[in-house]
């Protein structure tokens, strides 16, 4: 395997690659400014002029026209999968090594993922035995940047009664984790809904309980299902 180059971007460049990747989705879809500043909690002309930078690097980032959007260049997804891979060993490291809170692993991964070198990056790999999945439930890229594609939808896309199998929950908001984790929701689990989605959001139970309790159209949203045998 040959060595990475060494990274000379900064943290808030690595956090527009990351972005772009994640909107962008598993079809690499091009993603509006709009979308990025909402994503990422900046002005709308903050985005272009970083967009523009990135495209109009000596090596792109990025592949930009105003009109239509952005989506990472070959480099740019490269670097962008890199940044994952440490997020997700960090907070897999974190919480299984470290015994920190599911809620705080995201946050503290933020701050180290730019910073570690290779070889720490291969140590804490080993130390886990290599894991695939992170806390969360989230594919961790391999060294080569290939991730594997998890096939789930939200539970905002149930439109009925059913059982599901949690394939993994957002990661963006350590309340929400708080609610998840005091409520039994982690990956993994079965999810039963109990009642079809209405204004107010979803009436669910886990595993075997028979007691429901209610979930936000938003918070149901950052949990991803697949079917569940019965």
Not at 38 to 59: E, F, G, I, W, Y
Not at 134 to 151: K, L, R, V
Request: overall charge neutral; cysteine-free; proline content about 5%.
């Amino acid at each position: 395997m040959s060595p990475r180059r060494a990274n000379g971007n900064t943290e808030s460049v690595d956090n527009y690659l990351k972005a772009i990747l994640s909107l962008g989705g598993p079809e690499h879809r091009r993603v509006t400014s709009t979308s990025l500043a909402d994503h990422l909690s900046v002005a709308p002309a903050s985005v272009t002029n970083m967009l523009q930078k990135l495209a109009a690097a000596p090596t792109p980032l990025v592949e930009y026209e105003r009109h239509r959007g952005v989506q990472l260049s070959a480099s740019g997804k490269r670097r962008a999968l890199e940044v994952l891979r440490h997020h997700r060993l960090i907070e897999t490291f974190l919480y299984q090594i470290l015994d920190y809170p599911i809620e705080e692993v995201h946050e503290e991964a933020e701050r180290l993922e730019h910073f570690i070198s290779e070889r720490f990056e291969e140590r804490i790999a080993a130390k886990l035995g290599h894991p695939r999945i992170d806390p969360h439930g989230h594919s961790i890229p391999t060294m080569e940047g290939e991730m594997t594609e998890q096939n789930s939808i939200p539970l905002t896309a149930v439109q009925q009664e059913g059982v599901f199998t949690i394939d993994s929950v957002s990661d963006r908001d350590s309340r929400t984790l708080q609610q998840f984790k005091a409520s039994g929701i982690k990956p993994g689990a079965r999810l039963r809904v109990r009642k079809k989605a209405s204004s107010e959001g979803y009436s669910v139970s886990i595993g075997r309980s028979s007691a429901a309790f209610d979930l936000s159209t938003e918070a149901a949203g950052g949990i991803l299902l697949h079917p569940s045998a019965k």
